[in-house]
């Protein structure tokens, strides 16, 4: 089984991502059974004032993170923050791990419904940074925007 590595951003989304990982491993595994995890976080704040620099700031920190979470013993990373992945195609290359893009699980659940249009809700940073429009587009799904 793969040890996981999530890259927090948010406490929340950590929260959340960690939380719907035990439910549904638990529903394949058995009860109470999940796979190795480990988590690194950097202060929120961080991210959040990193201003006009943020786009270096934020490759920096998910960088030092994939370093912390290969440590670890993760195998690979998630990342549950929609903005960061705007530095994905900065760092892809640098991880010494594999960087699982949220944009390619979005894409690959929606053709798993046979969905040809999705609905992107978001910060500022995600719907104008373009991260899903790549993925999606090679899928032949498109996506509304507010």
Known sequence: MKHIGIAAITAEGAALVYRNICKM?????????????????FSFSRHVHANEDRLSVWADLILE?????????????????????????????SLPIPWLHIADGVSHRARAQNLQSLLLLGTQYTINSGIYDQVLSVSNISGARR
């Open 25 to 41: 491993a638990a529903l394949r595994l058995g009860d109470y059974c999940h796979p190795e995890i480990s988590l690194h976080s």
């Open 65 to 93: 993170s994939s370093h912390k979470l290969k440590a670890s013993g993760a195998d690979f990373m998630i990342c549950a923050a929609n903005s960061t992945h705007e530095v994905y195609k900065l760092v892809e290359k």
